[in-house]
């Protein structure tokens, strides 16, 4: 059965203890880096006895022994090759193995011999080679594995990672919280492992128990607002690449979230969208939720011609503005909202029809004062009466001759923001509707 321990231990046997030769590439004194790399296939069990080559014919077993990898999957028993394909033989190319993501063993002549060093420079990469990254077909087929590729977070403090299956190198060990990609599931008698991945980078084998998959629980597009200018605003779990911050809270910094994540430490992360956009993942501790508050469809008229209605809640939009405060500007408030930098915020409406979120700073409630009084129409005037105080729809006006003339109870007065009085007129019990005070006569 091939083994990557057995192919590296041929490159240990001889560390230190031969020199490099194009010459006399064919041992047991000296060898140069392909003859190596080929000896050491041979003593893992990859190739046969008497097989020899270099560079280029390395390039050709490309698929049928070696299998394309990205530089950040390299791990432990993985292949390097540099040069141009067709043109790496001789001191153009040069090879050798990985003892882990940033360390190689070869035979190289600056070394003279065989020798550990760090990959970064020493793979053909310092004279500006083209390197390529191979695993060993048939390095892990010692133990059946499934393909996982989804997200686990360790929920088990300082647990082995393995760097192979068979329990001989070590990693390092777990940290509650750490996020890693799990790209396959291994069976190793009754044991299960994934193999664990961060950002990209090999990290090691970790039993199963040690790890659950991450999942996104939904969050119902809820409203998030900041309420601290001291975190981060992250574009991965692995906390490596800051998409933004908190630091504009005041200004009143909010986002919708559509999913939470909760790691293996029970730290809860939110993921933040404005829009179709996706702007990261946030420590749950650094935002409030702004649930909508019920206002009861209440009238709120507007007291300053110096607000923006918007069409969200993060400010991307803008779907009108309180410039015709003086018109007499009225809404009516279904909820309002008090994000992070403590202002609040009413959702308005006429009838069904959704207008916009306005600062509550612009609006005043118009609550009905009870009058109950009796007032006549006043023929003179042309006035509409309408069925809201957003003057939507007008029913007639006060010169008509079904109401000059007519008596009607004023029950409530309404105020609005420009000063004018409204009155919401009643004939007995029926609700007839709202007409401005200067078209009526007290009775």
């Keep these: 059965m091939a083994s990557i321990d057995k192919m590296i231990q041929w490159f240990k046997d001889r560390e230190g203890k031969v020199t490099y030769s194009m010459t ?5 004194n000296s060898y140069d880096c392909s003859s190596a790399v080929y000896y050491s296939l041979i003593a893992g069990g990859f190739l046969p006895s008497g097989s020899m080559g270099n560079t280029e014919t390395l390039y050709g077993l490309e698929g049928s022994l070696l299998l394309p990898i990205k530089r950040a999957e390299v791990k ?6 540099a ?8 001191s153009d190319g040069h090879t050798g193995v990985f ?16 020798a550990t060093t760090p990959a970064t420079g020493w793979m053909g990469d310092y004279s500006g080679l083209p390197v390529y990254y191979y695993r060993l077909k048939g390095s892990e087929n010692n133990y059946p594995s499934v393909t996982f590729d989804k997200k686990v977070t360790v929920v088990k403090a300082d647990w082995t990672l ?13 940290k509650l919280g750490t996020v890693y990609d799990a790209k396959k599931i291994f069976t190793v008698k009754t044991n299960k492992y994934y193999e664990l991945y961060f950002a990209g980078v090999f990290a090691g084998f970790l039993n199963t128990g040690g790890a659950d998959e991450l999942k996104a629980v939904g969050a119902n597009d809820v409203y998030v607002s900041a309420i601290s200018p001291n975190y981060k605003i992250w574009g991965s779990f692995f906390f490596n690449k800051e998409l933004g911050n908190t630091t504009g809270y005041k200004d009143g910094l909010v986002y919708k979230a559509k999913y939470k994540y909760t790691l293996g430490n029970n730290v809860s992360y939110y993921s933040l969208y404005q829009g179709g956009n996706w702007k990261g993942y946030i420590n749950a501790k650094a935002v409030k939720t702004c649930p909508p508050v019920a206002q009861n469809d209440v009238y709120v008229t507007a007291i300053s011609p110096n607000y923006t209605i918007w069409g969200d809640l993060y400010w991307s939009s803008k779907l009108g503005n309180t410039a015709n405060q003086d018109g007499g500007l009225v809404y009516k408030a279904r909820y309002k909202y008090t994000i992070g930098n403590e202002r609040s ?9 959704w207008k916009g979120y306005i600062n509550t700073s612009a609006m005043r409630k118009m609550e009905p004062v009870t009058i109950n009084k009796k007032v006549k129409i006043n023929g003179s005037k042309t006035y509409n009466i309408w069925k809201d105080l957003y003057w939507s729809t007008s029913i007639g006006k006060s010169n008509e001759s079904k109401f000059a003339g007519k008596l009607y109870t004023a029950k409530y007065s309404y105020l609005l923001g420009n000063g004018s009085t409204y009155y919401s007129l009643y004939n007995g019990s029926t609700w007839v509707g709202y007409i401005g005070k200067g078209a009526t ?3």
């Design 162 to 174: 393995w760097g192979d299956l068979d329990y001989k190198t070590k990693k390092g060990v777990t």
């Design 83 to 90: 040069g141009i394909k067709g043109g790496s033989g001789g």
């Design 24 to 28: 006399n590439r064919y041992g047991p």
């Design 99 to 114: 003892l882990s993501n940033d360390t190689i063993i070869h035979c190289t002549y600056p070394k003279n011999g065989i």
């Design 441 to 443: 006569i007290d009775q």
């Design 76 to 81: 432990k028993g993985d292949i390097f090759v």
């Design 345 to 353: 915020y009413y959702s308005l409406y006429r009838g069904d029809t």
